[in-house]
């Protein structure tokens, strides 16, 4: 088996639940990696860009007649922006660290 493009998803991350309850692909030969949600309504695609270290990072809705918002969010932190997974535990908002929206220059 050959090595991750990515590390693994912090433990007891949203995203490694997605890893354990859902799937991770990572086709051969590719910069891509596939998450699948648990639900199976949403794919995480992760595009890993060598030269400059940076990401691609899409979310894609696999149902489009599904109201619901996406849990991929943006934030800003000292004029960098990042993505994060956002999701509902009762009425708390979790999220958890995903990839800058671009990379560092």
Known sequence: MRPSILPSPPEGSELARWV????RR??????????GSPDERFVLVVQV???????????HLKDVNDSDTPPLGRTIVDDREYYYLQWREGD????QYVAPVSPAS
């Open 20 to 23: 354990a309850e859902g799937f």
């Open 26 to 35: 990572e086709p051969t030969h590719s910069n891509i990696v596939y998450f």
């Open 49 to 59: 860009d060598d030269p400059v270290q940076g990401y691609l990072v899409e979310l």
């Open 92 to 95: 708390r908002v979790k999220s």
